[in-house]
């Protein structure tokens, strides 16, 4: 999915997001350290595993919404 560095800082953040969200919390740093405990990220480079979580939440979002 990740096409150049844009594309994996936009899935990082997209993987962060859903783990504060999971974790019910606002702290970006505690939601990176459940992503590497996932193993989501890896030394800062999203792995297979996280971009098949993006996907999944990109089928998700409702792009009819307004």
Known sequence: MANGPGDQAQEKRIIIAHCMDKEN???????????????????????AKG?????????AVNYTEH
């Open 25 to 47: 919390t606002t702290d970006a740093e505690y939601a990176r350290l459940v992503a590497q405990m996932e193993q989501l990220i890896e030394n800062g480079t999203v792995t």
């Open 51 to 59: 971009r098949g979580l993006v996907a999944r939440l990109s089928r």
